[in-house]
T-cell receptor, first 110, second 113 residues
Framework: GQQLNQSPQSMFIQEGEDVSMNCTSSSIFNTWLWYKQDPGEGPVLLIA?????ELTSNGRLTAQFGITRKDSFLNISASIPSDVGIYFCAGQLGNNDMRFGAGTRLTVKP | DSGVTQTPKHLITATGQRVTLRCSPR?????VYWYQQSLDQGLQFLIQ???????AKGNILERFSAQQFPDLHSELNLSSLELGDSALYFC????????????FGDGTRLSIL
């Protein structure tokens, strides 16, 4: 099946720094999504992207749907301690089949 | 609050036992998905139901089964439990139409002793 390669696996940054993570695939997806998971909780949808080339922001978060439909990135600007968590990318096909990346674990040092 | 409700939040049991996890989807969502997340691992898709019928199957063991009821809630049954089944089990729901994102519950943490 389709595999998503998410990188980096983990990041340790200082509060106030910007963060960038990405997902690539050998297959095309119709939708790219980014989720955040806090410890002991379920993943929460951050951003959904529906068109190739689409650039969408949600507060300090910005994500883009790659033009080839095989990749996506997520940027977080001016990180704060509550940004700590695991970020998952997901690629979705039209039939609701969704594949998840392995996650990027973000640690923010005050 | 995603609107997806999972019960129980925690479950502790022994090897060889059987448990049932329950999920109520968001109001109006017809599709329910089950995922397994082991310690520090990603989300492994188990199974999807749409309006009461099985729609897709992932890496679900034969010891596991699920169903979706007429009121759209779903149950995941895990039997002959093994130590390796200890994990977080998440339910997600979506409207069921194409390209609609899934919304997740807070999961059930299953511990096998």
């Amino acid at each position: 099946g389709q595999q998503l390669n998410q990188s980096p696996q983990s990041m340790f940054i200082q509060e106030g720094e910007d963060v960038s993570m990405n997902c690539t695939s050998s297959s095309i997806f119709n939708t790219w999504l980014w989720y955040k998971q806090d410890p002991g909780e379920g993943p929460v949808l951050l951003i959904a992207l529906y068109k190739a080339g689409e650039l969408t922001s949600n507060g300090r978060l910005t994500a883009q749907f790659g033009i080839t439909r095989k990749d996506s990135f997520l940027n977080i600007s001016a990180s704060i301690p509550s940004d700590v968590g695991i970020y998952f990318c997901a690629g979705q096909l039209g039939n609701n089949d969704m594949r998840f990346g392995a996650g990027t674990r973000l640690t923010v040092k005050p | 609050d995603s609107g997806v409700t999972q019960t129980p939040k925690h479950l502790i049991t022994a090897t060889g036992q059987r448990v049932t996890l329950r999920c109520s989807p968001r109001s109006g969502d017809l599709s329910v998905y089950w995922y397994q997340q082991s310690l520090d691992q990603g989300l492994q898709f188990l199974i999807q139901y749409y309006n009461g019928e099985e729609r897709a199957k992932g890496n679900i063991l034969e010891r596991f089964s699920a169903q979706q009821f007429p009121d759209l809630h779903s149950e995941l049954n895990l039997s002959s439990l093994e130590l390796g089944d200890s994990a977080l089990y998440f339910c997600a729901s979506s409207p069921g139409t194409a390209n609609q994102p899934q919304h997740f519950g807070d999961g059930t943490r299953l511990s096998i002793l």
